[in-house]
């Protein structure tokens, strides 16, 4: 009797130590599911203070490539080595960069000499449509005329046809070599060409893409890649633009 006696009043002990506990637990579940929700209240309230906060801008880079311009002028090399080694990656960029822009007011397509994607718009502005655009990526499939491995012609071509104090513009110059004499002349020319407004800024900004067909070819002078390179970023940076080099046409 007295040995059954002490087992039911630890039992009976237990019991109410497990009660406790449970209420205690019950207690501190509670605690935690108002601390969650009041954590859930202040996430919601400091994501929607991020989002206005870092609202992107409509003219915000995209990949560090500023695209708030109108109109698009793209001036492409199409020299052996850029036909042999990288129109594949030429046709890819194209799509990417067009992408970027799913509306401009404005196209325009020639290579590094100035000559004219389509002639029927030579001096004009392409309109831009779904239809225009497929046009463009199937003409550049074939698209094969003469070069002499140097952009400054065609951009300058651009500018001197294109220039408008009334709209945003940008070239993108996809190219791998500069065959030309002087870096600084070309600088000098474009400065002429593309003047500041009133605020100190161009109206046509200047991108490039660099491709590296020289750099894997040995049977061409390497020296011709790098001053495009050279010459590319120096434009950029004066032109509001960006360069970027690629480092693979793959």
């Known amino acids: 009797m007295a040995r059954l006696q002490g087992d039911l009043s630890r039992v009976q002990g237990q019991f109410a130590a497990s009660k406790e506990l449970s209420e205690v637990q019950d207690i501190i579940a509670g605690r935690l ?24 801008p409509p003219d915000a880079p995209v990949g560090g ?45 020639m290579n590094d000499e100035g000559v004219y994607m389509f002639g029927h718009y030579a001096g004009k502005w392409i309109p831009d449509t779904p239809a225009r655009r497929q046009a463009i990526r199937e003409r550049l499939s074939s698209w094969n005329v003469f070069s002499n491995s140097s952009p400054v012609e065609g951009i300058e071509a651009a500018i001197k046809t294109f220039w408008s104090a009334d709209r945003k513009i940008s070239i993108y110059v996809l190219g791998d070599e500069f065959t030309g004499d002087s ?3 070309v600088l000098e020319a474009v400065d002429r060409l593309n003047r500041r407004d009133a605020s100190g800024q161009r109206k046509v900004r200047i991108h490039g893409i660099g ?35 690629l480092s693979s046409t793959d």
């Open 33 to 56: 599911l108002a601390a969650q929700q009041e954590l859930s209240e202040e996430m919601r309230r400091l994501q929607k203070e991020q989002q206005e906060a870092y609202r992107r």
């Open 65 to 109: 490539i500023p695209v708030d311009s109108e109109y698009i002028i793209f001036v492409i090399d199409t020299s052996g080595s850029m036909q042999r080694f990288a129109w594949h990656a030429v046709r890819r960029k194209m799509d990417e960069i067009l992408n970027a822009y799913p509306r401009v007011k404005g196209l325009q397509i």
């Open 211 to 245: 491709f590296p067909t020289l750099f894997s070819q040995s049977q061409f002078p390497e020296h011709t890649g790098t001053r495009f390179s050279m010459l590319m970023r120096l434009l950029c940076e004066r032109n509001g633009g960006a360069f970027v080099g």
């Open 183 to 185: 870096i600084d002349e």
